[in-house]
């Protein structure tokens, strides 16, 4: 545990005790606009994996826990907060072991089958594609459905996506939604045509997989005339397809699913690839605790979330090679932190703590997606409650936010924004042998037309003074919120809520410059007004 850095609210923002990094200067160049940040980058995952779906979002109607339709209340109103733009479902792995058709109808009449991958406990299949649907629209966001390709047939998925969208007027399986209590099509903007084909989706070479995608893809088709153009054609604005991607560095299946992408024939297309990588394992099992951890685990962890920054070029660059016009997005589905169980759980269901290391490994994962805008358009943390880098964690009628899950409403203004480019003299700082930026920085101007600057100090010794200057900008004054805690190891408890969460900050003006000064691993945005 290190030492207590943070005595009051606001006064580790002025620290004078501790040396201060005085004077970096950072410029945001307002005359310079990029790409959108596109507001997908901030999705989240919701795997039938632990307490994830049960407890953490479906208690079902006739808990004592405050619920709508069985999903929790409490969960509701935390994600409505952070503005969630796509919801991935059921899995990750557990989506080529799912068939639909089990989660569907009277709950009493749905089978029990086996979650094999993850704990092989009961799978009661009582949340199941309404449910699921209830759940984005009561949270206001939109779904991101995973398709069976590992263990289901063409036929299955076709079926599926026809029970979603199709009009009952001209479609028996249609009808069988109306009569499930859902006589409107549901809205499919994205569709993934299988996960991780390369391991836990069917083991295949990416040749294979290429071959199978393109059989797949041809027959999942959305039946909303609605979410489609008036002829039929294909509709940029309509349902993405989203290809099974890499491995971490896997460059080679990049390679082949862009090269077939180029060789489209009749309806299907790849919209999208995905990405999957996780920080804080260089080894399998991951090793690194959530909590109780020291200044060399947290570097570690924190060099392995920079990682993201090598992936996303190399396999960009390789995009741009088959698709220079960059009609493709780059999905990286899943990533996020992924530590050794929380003590006295059960191992594969992948419950971890979240600390003030997890919230700066969000900051500089989604700093890095925004660098990347043009490219990467969607992104999915994982996973939303209970898993993994969760935003929630419940616990029976419990519930509390994460530091992740306050990193994620600072960046709620990046949403759909457009990117501003910056420099910044970030210096550097060296723990155990491993040397990382001390800052990393984003911006960019919301749709409200205001500038929002995002300040991360990675350093967890050292607080550092930031000159900030607009090009093109006239700032008088910034203000905004920092997120900050006693110990790079601090988590919120369902007894202490509140240990690590935002604290209004403001900036000073002098010489046409506003200078901040940030608290160690601490993850800041301002507003410049």
Request: aromatic letters at 10%.
């Amino acid at each position: 545990m290190m030492k207590t850095y943070l005595a009051g609210a606001i006064a580790a923002l002025f620290l004078a005790a501790t040396p201060v990094l005085a004077g970096t200067p950072v410029t945001v160049d307002t005359t310079k606009p990029g790409p959108q940040i596109s507001r997908h980058i901030f999705g989240q995952f919701a795997e039938h994996l632990g307490t994830g779906i049960y407890d953490g979002i479906w208690v079902g109607e006739d808990s004592p826990i405050p619920n709508t339709r069985g999903i929790r209340n409490d969960v509701v109103a935390a994600l409505k907060e952070i503005k969630v733009p796509n919801i991935r479902w059921p899995g990750g792995c557990y989506a080529d072991d799912y068939h639909w058709h089990n989660g569907i109808g009277p709950k009493d009449k749905r089978p029990s089958t086996v979650n094999y991958l993850w704990g092989r406990v009961a799978e009661s299949n009582h949340f199941g594609t309404h449910e699921f649907m209830d759940f984005i629209d009561q949270i206001d966001s939109e779904a991101y459905m995973s398709g069976n390709v590992g263990s289901g047939t063409v036929q299955e998925m076709s079926d599926w996506l026809e029970y979603m969208t199709a009009d009952p007027a001209i479609s028996s399986v249609a009808r069988e939604r109306v009569a499930n209590g859902h006589p409107a099509p549901f809205k499919v903007p994205f569709f993934g045509v299988g996960n991780e084909s390369w391991g836990c989706g069917g083991s295949m070479t990416p040749e294979h997989y290429a071959n199978v995608y393109k059989t797949y893809a041809t027959f999942a088709r959305n039946y909303d005339n609605a979410q489609q153009l008036p002829n039929g054609d294909y509709d940029p604005n309509g349902m993405k397809r989203i290809a099974s991607g890499a491995n971490v560095d896997d460059y080679k299946w990049t390679e082949v699913m862009m090269e077939a992408s180029t060789k489209q024939i009749f309806s299907w297309s790849i919209d999208g690839l995905s990405l999957h990588y996780y920080s804080g394992f260089d080894q399998w099992p991951p090793h690194y605790s959530a909590q109780d951890f020291d200044e060399p685990a947290y570097t570690h962890v924190i060099r392995s979330a920079y990682k993201m920054e090598e992936l996303v070029s190399k396999h960009s660059a390789i995009m741009d090679k088959y698709d220079p016009q960059k009609k493709v997005a780059l999905v990286v589905d899943e990533w996020g932190t992924w530590h050794t169980p929380a003590p006295g759980s059960h191992p594969r269901f992948l419950h971890q703590q979240n600390s003030q290391r997890d919230a700066i490994v969000a900051a500089v994962t989604i700093n890095i997606f925004t660098r990347h805008a043009e490219r990467v358009r969607m992104a999915n943390v994982a996973q939303m409650i209970n898993v993994l880098q969760a935003m929630i964690l419940t616990q029976g009628d419990k519930m509390v936010v994460t530091p992740t899950y306050h990193v994620f409403k600072l960046y709620v203004p990046f949403q759909d924004a457009t990117f501003l480019p910056v420099t910044a003299d970030a210096g550097t700082f060296t723990i155990d042998g491993i040397t990382l930026p001390r800052l990393d920085v984003a911006a960019a101007k919301g749709k409200d037309g205001k500038i929002y600057v995002s300040l991360t100090n990675v350093d967890p010794k050292a607080p550092v003074e930031v000159d900030l200057n607009a090009l093109g900008f006239s700032a008088k004054t910034a203000r905004g919120e920092t997120l900050y805690a006693p110990e790079i190891d601090s988590i919120n408890t369902f007894d202490k809520p509140d240990t690590v969460k935002p604290r209004p900050i403001a900036a000073k003006a002098s010489g046409g410059k506003l200078s901040l000064k940030l608290a160690p691993e601490s993850v800041t945005v301002v507003v410049l007004e």
